[in-house]
């Protein structure tokens, strides 16, 4: 594990996430993000974003998120900059809602 850091919802009472999102290097030196002990609240059309804040105007979006309970895992592309985009994001790119987040250091 590289860093690592604990969701938190996003304080509407309404949207949630909880857990830990960790940054993890392979043995081959590919990086993924991994959720553990992770639940969100169930919504539509939800992306993993790795972002420079909780705004989601600056990310790279690692897909869909694969279920709102559970361990899960998301390739981090190559030459993606880690200092930057260092807050995973569970976010509704329909609605452009925040779901939750985890500032990783």
Not at 62 to 90: C, F, H, M, R, S
Request: net charge negative; proline share 2%.
């Amino acid at each position: 594990m590289v860093a690592s850091g604990q969701f938190t919802g996003a304080n509407d009472g309404i949207h949630n996430a909880q857990g830990w999102a960790k940054l993890v290097k392979l043995a081959d030196g590919n990086q993924l993000l991994r959720f553990e002990d992770f639940q969100a609240t169930n919504g539509p059309d939800l992306h993993v974003y790795l972002a420079t804040d909780t705004s989601a105007k600056d990310y790279v979006d690692l897909g869909k998120l694969k279920a709102n309970i559970g361990n899960q895992n998301y390739d981090v592309p190559e030459g993606t900059d880690l200092a930057k985009y260092n807050t995973a994001l569970v976010w509704c790119k329909q609605f452009s809602v925040l779901f939750g987040s985890a500032e990783i250091k």
